[in-house]
């Protein structure tokens, strides 16, 4: 029995091109799939090896994760873990991480096509005319909805040794009033 994928218009099955991250410089190598949600784990797809200071090959020293929001896949809220390598430079010692410009600004927590969601959402919830009720309806919901629609996720709390340390006198200050408030 003859192949017919190429005469239909099929490619390659491939969760890269379904979650539409080709276009981000990102290959999924791997899959997370819970209850409520989707986690996609990805690579940069380009290598990133050449020191930006002195233009030397650089040594791959670890690995980090950066976790982005995505455009959820069947309304699963998407979270993109994408693993950047951190190198140095052999010559110089500059330490630099994958460039993942494509796939998210810097220090984002959206990815590209989240941005492009959150726009999405945002058209649709203000400016429609009321003559068009569902879509009206249909903004105010995703409006409404946003945060589980995108994979917003929490940051981790911090360490109760982490916090700034408030001086004596400030201390004084605030139980004082806090005291003079209760009376």
């Given at each position: 029995m003859s192949d017919a994928t190429p005469h239909a218009g099929f490619g390659r099955p491939g969760l890269t091109a379904f979650a539409r991250?080709?276009?981000l410089g990102l290959a999924v190598i791997g899959q997370r799939l819970e209850p409520g949600r989707v986690a996609l784990a990805c690579r940069v797809v380009e290598a990133d090896g050449?020191?930006?200071?002195c233009g030397a090959e650089g040594l791959a020293r670890d690995t980090v994760v950066r976790r982005l929001a995505h455009e959820p896949l069947g309304w699963r809220p998407t979270t993109l873990e994408v693993a950047k390598r951190r190198y140095q430079c052999r010559e110089c010692g500059h330490v630099w991480r994958q460039d993942t410009s494509l796939a998210a600004e810097p220090r984002a927590k959206?990815?590209?096509r989240g941005q492009l969601m959150v726009k999405l959402i945002d058209s649709i919830?203000?400016?429609v005319p009321k003559a068009l009720t569902e879509?009206?309806?249909l903004g105010r919901t995703l409006k409404k909805r946003a945060?589980?629609?995108l994979a917003y996720f929490d940051r981790p709390k911090a360490h109760p040794t982490d916090q700034p340390r408030r001086s004596t006198a400030d201390s004084n200050t605030s139980a004082?009033?806090?005291s003079a408030?209760?009376?």
């Open positions: 991250l080709d276009g050449w020191c930006r200071r959206l990815s590209r919830s203000s400016g879509i009206v309806t945060a589980d629609v004082a009033a806090h408030s209760a009376t």
